[in-house]
């Protein structure tokens, strides 16, 4: 039942992809507004690790997430392919930092498989399915499981 | 929820035509607004008959749209008050203080049908309530007023009670709104209206299945309604909020024996704060307009603004383009185009004000509400209205205001035996007033009434433990503490208010709104509320600090001084606690790299810069680094995401394209403590 759900929401259609620790990420393309390099970021106090700070996009305060942190995965020194990408969560932008973009891919339905229970730990509900394109793996996130205020309003208790 | 049949082929879809749902809800309320107003500047000894006519065309033009989109209600009820006013504009019938009331009333009808159209427009835009796309609208029962204006129409005696509240408090119990509608009328607080929920009994629908009258189905449609109806918001919105989960929500509702909200608190799932935050939630989204008049003046300027824009930035981008042969001339261009920013952010900044006409006009029919409802004759003055103040502001200031009338004329004004005996006009004056001074907005409430009892407050104040027994207090000082919480002076609280209830709330609102109230008060004489506010909500005034290498902003209006303490202004309580001592002043000490975890140099306060603040419970002061400098920033929200910090009121963008961030004193000191 839930795996049938899953499948309903990977829509065929053309996914931005990048790189995070040697993994291979996709967001769709559609929830994607810019890519931009990492500008000035004013980190905000008692927040967490992975809320990097604010940016000012053009006027707008926006807020940035480290994704490496995020996921739990080693923080690493930003380099020149080090870039932001501006998605829109709930009519909101918001900046997700990534190791390096890659491409635009276009995944088939057929090509999506639903995403692998690992056992107990491992947290699969912000991915979307497995994409198999071009002989790679692509985890398929569903960016706005991931940056929904809900799950960010841990600030609220940590603060 | 299928409507009548005769509507049904009639029926738009809300999703489908989300955009003229939306027009049309801004069209009647500027309608209804307009109307409202109308109706109250009629005099009825001495009819103007263009604003009779007026208000037809408002309620023709409600009507139409309404049958338009198959709104039965909103439509039948127009219809028939344009019939009354068809036949007063003609002479056909006088015009009356019935009239006037029952015209008030109807309005008052229609509002309510519109808000809660607008509630389910809303809840269908994002999505909540697919089954919500029917547009028929149920919350409110249309046939008494539409009895009242037949038997008016008829020519018969008015036999309704002259009471406008009564009256619509009458028809509204049956469909359970009437906590709602009370508190949205700004008629009780919502403490009030809890206390009263408690004690309130069952539900209706249960007690109709206990007695067999109706079947559990017709119950679980009535659940449904109510889902759809104004309280579903504050369940869902504490479901989003994480408070509950939907489970509980829905048990909840099963248990709905009382109130939603009461039956949360009860079974701890939830606060009253809670409650209360999202009510409050839920009537912030739902009267911020989305839309604003703007004075077509204003746009004009706008736009040749823009096009100087346009041709300064020609003139600029040629002279970089073929070298600068003219020195002088490239320097004039760019403070031409230096000018002509600065005058564009200034007429923009001018598109967000409104003028308080619509509000002061609200405030009149407020004041011939209440003091009917109290039996005294009341006069509002109004002065200044067509000051202008930040959109934003004036949806905030309402509130405060209709609090403050409603105690100046239900305890200010003294009833008419008294004012007789002490030798003053029959009729009680309130003068709401409106001016600029010195980059504020004062609004000013004054009446003409008892005044404020020194003594009584100031009893009730030690009582409370408030004020110590002895203290040594200016008269002025005292009349400020009916600001207090839970200081309440009125000899009898009646169902209107006791002055001093939530006057606290009203002195949070305001001070939300970055402005300070104050009340001066003679014995016998009258009262009078000064409310000062900045012009705009969007522009503070801030000094630029930095800690390491990161910069904060602390608005200038919290600074009282700053200084590099010496050494031995610095001493340690218990080894943890710090205080300086500033002229024989102590000020706790909080340092801001501590409390945020922020790397630098500088540790030392001789070293460094201590800032000394004013907060509401007192002063106390901020090591920062050092002072970068003073400048004048556009306050940005931070958004959802970081709503939660302490100590942090907003983002603003600093010279050098980056964020820095608005320090919030109060909270810094709540962190402080917490930390």
């Given at each position: 039942m839930e795996a049938a759900v899953q499948k309903n929401i990977v829509d065929e259609g053309k996914f931005l992809t990048f790189i995070l620790s040697k993994e291979e990420y996709g967001i769709?393309?559609?929830?994607?507004?810019e890519i931009i390099g990492v500008i000035g970021i004013t980190p905000v106090p008692q927040?967490?690790?992975?809320?990097?700070g604010v940016i000012n996009l053009r006027g707008k305060v926006i807020p940035i997430i480290d994704l490496r942190l995020k996921f739990s995965m080693p923080e690493v020194e930003h380099t020149q392919e080090t870039c932001i990408i501006v998605v829109e969560v709930n009519n909101a932008p918001i900046g997700v930092v990534v190791d390096n973009v890659s491409e635009v891919l276009d995944i088939k339905n057929g090509e999506v498989e639903d995403t692998p229970q690992f056992g107990h730990?491992?947290?699969?509900?912000?991915?979307m399915g497995l994409g198999k394109a071009k002989n790679k793996i692509i985890i398929l996130l569903d960016i706005n499981e991931i940056l929904s205020t809900d799950e960010l309003e841990m600030v609220e208790q940590l603060a | 929820m299928n409507g009548n049949p005769e509507t049904n082929e009639f029926t738009l879809d809300i999703k489908d035509d989300s955009e003229i749902f939306l027009e049309f809800l801004s069209e009647v309320q500027d309608h209804l607004e307009e109307s409202e107003s109308n109706i109250l500047s009629i005099d009825n000894e001495n009819l103007d008959y263009e604003l009779i006519n007026a208000i037809f065309r408002s309620i023709h033009s409600i009507k139409g749209s309404a049958g338009f989109l198959g709104l039965t209600d909103i439509q039948r009820l127009s219809h028939e008050l344009e019939t009354l006013l068809d036949k007063a504009r003609k002479g056909e019938i006088p015009f009356t203080k019935k009239i006037t009331t029952l015209c008030l009333d109807s309005i008052d009808i229609l509002r309510t049908l519109r808000d809660t159209l607008s509630v389910k427009v809303d809840m269908t835009l994002r999505g909540k309530?697919?089954?919500?796309?029917?547009?028929?609208?149920?919350?409110?029962?249309i046939q008494p007023i539409i009895n009242r204006i037949l038997t008016m129409l008829n020519g018969e005696?008015?036999?309704?009670?002259?009471?406008a509240q009564y009256k619509r408090e009458d028809h509204i119990t049956e469909n359970e709104h009437i906590g709602e509608f009370l508190v949205r009328n700004s008629i009780i607080t919502q403490e009030q209206l809890d206390t009263a929920l408690k004690e309130k009994g069952r539900k209706l629908g249960e007690i109709l299945i206990e007695n067999g009258t109706v079947s559990q189905d017709f119950i679980d449609k009535a659940i449904e309604e109510q889902k759809r109806s104004l309280w579903k918001p504050v369940g869902e919105i504490l479901v989003k909020n994480g408070t509950l989960t939907e489970q509980q929500l829905q048990e909840a509702i099963k248990e709905q024996k009382r109130k939603v909200g009461e039956i949360l608190v009860d079974n701890g799932v939830t606060t009253q704060e809670n409650i209360e935050d999202a009510l409050k939630t839920r009537q912030a989204r739902k009267e911020q307009s989305r839309t604003v008049k703007v004075d077509t003046d204003k746009l004009d300027n706008l736009f040749d603004l823009v096009g100087e824009l346009v041709i300064a930035n020609t003139l600029i981008s040629g002279d970089l383009k073929y070298g600068c042969n003219n020195e002088n001339g490239s320097n004039k261009n760019l403070s031409h185009l230096s000018k002509i920013t600065k005058d564009i952010q200034d007429q923009v900044m001018s598109m967000r004000m409104v003028s308080l006409k619509q509000t002061f006009q609200k405030m009149s029919r407020l004041v011939r509400d209440v003091s009917m409802h109290a039996n005294k004759e009341v006069e509002l003055i109004i002065s200044g209205e067509d000051t202008e103040l930040d959109k934003n502001v004036i949806e905030v200031i309402a509130d405060p205001l209709v609090h403050i009338l409603r105690n100046s004329v239900d305890h200010g004004i003294e009833s008419e035996e008294k004012r007789i005996a002490s030798g003053k006009r029959k009729k009680g004056a309130v003068k709401l007033s409106a001016y600029h001074k010195g980059g504020n907005i004062i609004i000013q409430i004054e009446d003409d009434?008892?005044?404020?009892q020194k003594e009584k407050i100031l009893n009730k104040a030690i009582d409370k433990g408030l004020?110590?027994?002895h203290s040594v207090m200016s008269d002025n000082q005292i009349y400020n503490?009916?600001?207090?919480?839970?200081?309440s002076t009125a000899e009898k609280i009646t169902n209107i208010s006791?002055?001093?209830?939530?006057m606290d709330v009203v002195k949070k609102n305001i001070e939300k709104l970055r402005g300070k109230i104050d009340v001066t008060s003679e014995e016998g004489k009258g009262s009078t509320f000064t409310i000062k506010l900045p012009l705009t909500l969007a522009i503070i005034d801030g000094i630029v600090v930095n800690v390491g290498s990161t910069k904060y902003i602390i608005p200038t209006?919290?600074?009282s001084e700053s200084l590099r303490p010496r050494k031995e202004e610095i001493s340690t309580i218990k080894n943890q606690g710090e205080v300086v001592n500033m002229r024989g002043n102590l000020f706790p000490l909080v340092r801001l790299h501590k409390l945020y975890n922020i790397d630098t140099k500088k540790t030392n306060p001789w070293e460094a810069i201590v800032v000394i603040v004013e907060t509401e419970e007192g002063k106390f002061s901020i090591l920062v680094d050092e002072l970068l400098g003073q400048q004048q920033v556009v306050i940005k929200s931070l958004g959802d995401?970081?709503?939660?910090?302490?100590?942090?009121?907003g983002g603003a963008i600093l010279g050098d394209g980056k964020v820095g961030l608005i320090l919030d004193v109060s909270g810094i000191k709540e962190a402080a403590l917490a930390a």
């Open positions: 769709e393309i559609l929830k994607v507004r927040t967490p690790d992975y809320l990097r730990g491992i947290d699969t509900s912000f991915i | 309530d697919d089954a919500a796309s029917s547009t028929h609208e149920q919350s409110v029962d005696t008015d036999t309704q009670p002259q009471s009434g008892t005044g404020l004020v110590k027994e503490l009916i600001f207090s919480p839970g200081l006791g002055r001093g209830v939530g209006i919290s600074i995401t970081f709503k939660g910090v302490k100590g942090i009121s």
